[in-house]
T-cell receptor, first 113, second 114 residues
Framework: GEKVEQHESTLSVREGDSAVINCTYTDTASSYFPWYKQEAGKSLHFVIDIRSNVDRKQSQRLIVLLDKKAKRFSLHITATQPEDSAIYFCAARRNYNQGKLIFGQGTKLSIKP | GPKVLQIPSHQIIDMGQMVTLNCDPVSNHLYFYWYKQILGQQMEFLVNFYNGKVMEKSKLFKDQFSVERPDGSYFTLKIQPTALEDSAVYFC????????????FGEGSRLIVV
């Protein structure tokens, strides 16, 4: 079945540095790739997404890159701040006619002062 | 922003009993989802629901699971009977459309089966 693999289970970066979280997917029909953030004990909040018709998208300090050939996408958080500490989940959705998101395992990001 | 409400926030239940988890989705949303998360880790898709019908379900959505949204009220996940491995946090989500739309998640219902 479809799988999304999130390579880093934990990541620690110094405040102000950049953090990169990488994901790969197996289903070549995947066309939509959102990222969600989950703070301790809370729900998931959407942060940014990218569709398969582009290979880069930026929203303020967040950049998502998509490499369809390698079936890989990544989230870059620049100039990290303490409030970026959370678990980040990547996800992928198949083609237009399917609604379910397949999530990666999550990456716990810690920002050190 | 839009909010999805889930009731109860947590519940402890004896194995074999029935439990109903309730979700109040965003008011104009049409697609509804349940996900299961164990130990703060993997979010596993269970089911999605539209227009009164299950659209997709995973193999985690066992025969003991059922979903409904009677008369446009709460979207519910019922587990009957519960098993120990059903212990998890269950997240409800909703979206306006099936594709190209953000899923809004509730705060989760923590279920402990003893």
């Amino acid at each position: 079945g479809e799988k999304v693999e999130q390579h880093e289970s934990t990541l620690s970066v110094r405040e102000g540095d950049s953090a990169v979280i990488n994901c790969t997917y197996t289903d070549t029909a995947s066309s939509y790739f959102p990222w969600y953030k989950q703070e301790a004990g809370k729900s998931l909040h959407f942060v940014i997404d990218i569709r398969s018709n582009v290979d880069r998208k930026q929203s303020q300090r967040l950049i998502v890159l998509l490499d369809k050939k390698a079936k890989r996408f990544s989230l870059h958080i620049t100039a990290t701040q303490p409030e970026d500490s959370a678990i980040y989940f990547c996800a992928a959705r198949r083609n237009y006619n399917q609604g379910k998101l397949i999530f990666g395992q999550g990456t716990k990001l810690s920002i050190k002062p | 922003g839009p909010k999805v409400l889930q009731i109860p926030s947590h519940q402890i239940i004896d194995m074999g009993q029935m439990v109903t988890l309730n979700c109040d989705p965003v008011s104009n949303h049409l697609y509804f989802y349940w996900y299961k998360q164990i130990l703060g880790q993997q979010m596993e898709f269970l089911v999605n629901f539209y227009n009164g019908k299950v659209m997709e379900k995973s193999k985690l959505f066992k025969d003991q699971f059922s979903v409904e949204r009677p008369d446009g009220s709460y979207f519910t996940l019922k587990i009957q009977p519960t098993a120990l491995e059903d212990s998890a946090v269950y997240f409800c989500a909703s979206s306006l459309r099936k594709s190209g739309n953000t899923l809004y998640f509730g705060e989760g219902s923590r279920l402990i089966v003893v």
